[in-house]
């Protein structure tokens, strides 16, 4: 079974654009998690979506908003970037949420200068 | 007071030694717990998971949770260099949803 799929690996943007990331999750998967890697602050929660509507939310900005379609398949998208947007951004699914475990794509590497 | 706490290490141990990674979490509601292990430059890659007081056992690997004292560990035995990593830890507080909250990881490594 194919993994979690997480399109493009390496972005690099400039402050002031706009990103979309992409993440095709495991077959079967229904649930599809955003999360932000750092150094500074390790891995932050960002947004899940099950079934097509957004069931959590992390304490990001407005600038970061997120969907997922009726495939499951989810983009995520960064609105006017800022240097503090640099980061690996992964993409997670699982069965059914509700305590299931997360499975990680490979992320997207985003810089942003 | 971070909701899920791990020693950052590093955790120098020999090989074929047992490992012993911590992990605490103030969230008493807690329900779900979970080990990731992630390589430099890669991406985290699940462990182990464990729902309910006392141990869980795959392979070489053992997860123990004490939920009246809020720990959890994980012990790897017969430890390998293949095994240096950062393992982080995650718990899921069970408020709906599938929201995890990681630890800062451990980096452990497996000396020769």
């Known amino acids: 079974k194919a993994g979690v799929t997480q399109t493009p690996r390496y972005l690099i943007k400039t402050r002031g654009q706009q990103v979309t990331l992409s993440c095709s999750p495991i077959?079967?998967?229904?649930?599809v998690s955003w999360y932000q890697q750092t150094p500074g602050q390790g891995l932050q929660f960002l947004f899940e979506y099950f079934s097509e509507t957004q069931r959590n939310k992390g304490n990001f900005p407005g600038r970061f908003s997120g969907r997922q379609f009726s495939n499951s398949r989810s983009e995520m998208n960064v609105s006017t970037l800022e240097l503090g947007d640099s980061a690996l951004y992964l993409c997670?699914?699982?069965?059914?949420?509700?305590?299931?475990?997360?499975?990680f794509g490979n992320g997207t590497r985003l810089t942003v200068t | 007071q971070k909701e899920v706490e791990q020693n950052s290490g590093p955790l120098s141990v020999p090989e074929g030694a047992i490992a012993s990674l911590n992990c605490t979490y103030s969230?008493?509601?807690?329900?779900?717990f979970f080990w990731y292990r992630q390589y430099s430059g890669k991406s985290p890659e699940l462990i182990m998971s464990i729902y309910s007081n006392g141990d869980q056992e795959d392979g070489r690997f053992t997860a123990q949770l004490n939920k009246a004292s809020q720990y959890v560990s994980l012990l790897i035995r017969d430890s390998q260099p293949s095994d240096s990593a950062t393992y982080l830890c995650a718990v899921n507080n069970g408020g709906g949803g599938n929201k995890l909250t990681f630890g800062t990881g451990t980096q452990l490594k497996v000396e020769l």
């Open positions: 077959s079967g998967h229904r649930s």
């Open positions: 997670a699914s699982s069965l059914t949420g509700m305590g299931s475990p997360l499975h």
């Open positions: 969230d008493r509601g807690s329900q779900s």
